[in-house]
């Protein structure tokens, strides 16, 4: 961490550059003799990703960012909010603290975190910020956040823990036996310093294998932001044997949606052919599987066993996805949709189809956009249909 970074007269630098283009600004070299162009590129980078993702942390002067890598790893600040509002109590320790903007919204809920980070360099570059945002009841660790737990040897109120999903042998992984720390081999270890464990998974994980690895599950949750799943929580409470709760949320702009369920409760669609509306649930949901415990919360049918779209022939409102209204349903026939839609535009999704998007859109030559919405899917008669809708 170059401290020399701090100064205004650099931090005006970054701040005049953000919009700058980089390569070229690196190919100029450094202005001053203290700092290097890689180490300016790195703040500018930093604070331009910090725009939408840290608006906090973009709008606050003399913010130092790590390194992009490290910035693409954390929570975003709508997600550490979601968070902070599952837990509280008097104390949390992060195992896997990173830049730290996790610990930031914890510390408004508990009275002390403790922020655990391995890389030294991050854990200095936190230690700073939180002085710049005066964060008076965060405490930084350098080092194993396992001995650095067992060093404490305080009972914490939760433990939440981020496990890295790189493995060096085996690159990604998608089970967290893989990840780092292993939680499963030493969630007896942690239950020894606390009755609640918060894990934070990645998105691409199967939800059924991650309870499966794990004891004492309780909640676990699907957090989409504009319906792009950004988190998979995993809420662990010492010798819980209850029900498993899944919750799922999709964070919009003005308005946010919500489902809940019982895991593998018993839950039977009915299905129905195309009628007067559609529906997609939201990225959250179809994270989450609920595809049948959908139409028994909604007056809605199941188009197919497999085909995760909905129909009604009045229009259900409040419906946590998108909603249309179908004007058409005809064969996937190339020359009958180009018959259909002469101004060849169109919006196209697939839904339990063996084509892709890329590959219908060059077979039919349409372009995307306008008021067209078209779903290439399968019926029960296991024929593949084309429904034409427009947003309802």
């Known amino acids: 961490m170059n401290k020399n970074i701090i100064s205004k007269e650099i931090q005006d630098f970054i701040n005049d550059n953000l919009k700058s283009d980089i390569n070229k600004l690196i190919l100029k070299g450094s202005p001053f003799e203290d700092i290097t162009i890689q180490e300016l590129a790195q703040q500018i980078e930093g604070k331009k990703k910090a725009f939408k993702k840290l608006p906090l942390w973009f709008e606050t002067e003399g913010i130092y960012f790590p390194p992009k890598l490290n910035l693409e790893q954390t929570s975003s600040e709508t997600t550490a909010q979601y968070k902070a509002g599952l837990v509280s109590g008097n104390s949390l320790i ?3 603290g990173g830049f730290g903007i996790d610990c930031s919204y914890f510390s408004k809920v508990f009275q002390e975190v403790h922020h655990c980070e391995m890389n030294e360099e991050l854990s200095d570059i936190v230690s700073y910020n939180n002085k710049i ?20 040897n305080t009972k914490h109120d939760c433990i939440y823990v981020d496990p890295s999903r790189r493995h060096d042998v085996k690159g990604k992984v998608f089970l967290l036996n893989d990840c780092v720390p292993n939680i499963p081999k030493n969630l007896d270890f942690l239950f020894e310093f606390t009755d609640k464990i918060l894990v934070k998974n990645s998105p691409i994980l199967d939800i059924t294998n991650t309870i499966n690895e794990l004891n004492f599950v309780k909640e676990v949750h699907i957090i989409a932001v504009q319906n792009e799943v950004k988190e998979f929580l995993i809420l662990l409470e010492k010798k819980y044997s209850g029900a498993i709760k899944i919750s799922t ?4 702009k003005e308005s946010q949606q919500d489902f809940s369920f019982e895991y593998n409760s018993s839950a039977n669609s009915i299905y129905g052919n195309p009628e007067s509306f559609l529906y997609e649930p939201n990225a959250a949901i179809l994270k989450s599987g609920a595809f049948h415990n959908i139409t028994e919360s909604y007056p809605i049918k199941k188009l197919q066993q497999h085909t995760h779209l909905y129909t009604s022939d009045k229009l259900v409102e409040n419906f946590p996805g998108r909603i249309f209204k179908i004007n058409d349903i005809l064969s996937y026939d190339k020359k009958k949709l180009i018959k259909s ?22 077979k039919i030559k349409f372009k995307e956009g306008g008021d067209i919405y078209l779903f290439f899917t399968t019926n029960q008669e ?9 947003k309802a």
């Open 341 to 362: 839609f002469p101004e060849k535009k169109a919006n196209i999704t697939i839904r339990n189809f063996p084509e892709t998007v890329a590959h219908i859109r060059k």
């Open 249 to 252: 949320k999709n964070i919009l």
């Open 133 to 152: 945002f005066n964060f008076k009841n965060i405490h930084t660790h350098k080092g194993n956040s396992l001995e650095i737990l067992k060093k404490l």
């Open 94 to 96: 992060d195992l896997t």
């Open 382 to 390: 296991n024929k593949k249909i084309v429904i034409s809708c427009s």
